[in-house]
């Protein structure tokens, strides 16, 4: 079946950029939107960023001016790029995406990556 897989989580301090990746694997037709969640310890899961099919974007509020989210079609890969990291940052960051199988849209999460921003 298809698989997402999230990478490029770590630690990093106040005021430094991290570029999270999402890749798509599997028998995959196209993959339409996608969003990137995160949630915190002890609090409910959050949308950070949305890209369309069509490549238009949306954030929530505390990320805007400093997330990007962006996609390679080629690469069946969505990417977050976080600039300006704050503490509050810190969550399990997860992608999720719309792929079409053949002629059906199936949904799909990834395992999460753990981002870490220390003041």
């Known amino acids: 079946q298809v698989q997402l897989v999230e990478s490029g989580g770590g630690l990093a301090q106040a005021g430094e950029s991290l570029r999270l990746s999402c890749a798509a694997s599997?028998?995959?037709?196209?993959?339409?939107?996608v969003h990137w969640y995160r949630q915190a310890p002890g609090k409910q899961r959050e949308l950070v960023a949305f890209i369309s099919s069509g490549g238009s974007t949306k954030y929530v509020d505390s990320v805007k001016g400093r997330f990007i989210i962006s996609r390679d079609n080629a690469q069946n890969t969505v990417y977050l790029l976080m600039n300006s990291l704050k503490p509050e940052d810190t969550a399990v960051y997860y992608c999720?995406?719309?792929?079409?199988?053949?002629?059906?849209?199936?949904?799909?999460w990834g395992q999460g990556t753990q981002v870490t921003v220390s003041s």
């Open positions: 999720n995406a719309a792929v079409v199988v053949d002629r059906t849209e199936y949904d799909y």
């Open positions: 599997g028998s995959i037709t196209s993959i339409n939107s």
